[in-house]
């Protein structure tokens, strides 16, 4: 079956096994844990500057 007309839909090599092993087991946990981590980063970060603001609010001197 010619599916020649779908190539912008499919890339080249998705009929291979190799191709479905490849995004299911690589790239899929790779952009999970990437984006993952980078949510993680970025709670941890704001909660740090939660954390030194209420520090400067409550320092009597002005100092952190």
């Not at 190539?7 to 790239?27: C, K, N």
């Amino acid at each position: 079956m010619d599916m020649s007309h779908l190539s912008f839909v499919i890339p080249a090599g998705a009929d291979v096994p190799t191709f479905f092993w490849l995004t299911g087991y690589i790239v899929f946990p790779v952009v999970f844990l990437s984006t993952y981590f980078w949510w993680v980063l970025k709670e941890v970060a704001n909660e740090d500057r939660l954390r030194i603001l209420k520090k400067a609010e409550n320092s009597p001197s002005g100092d952190i």
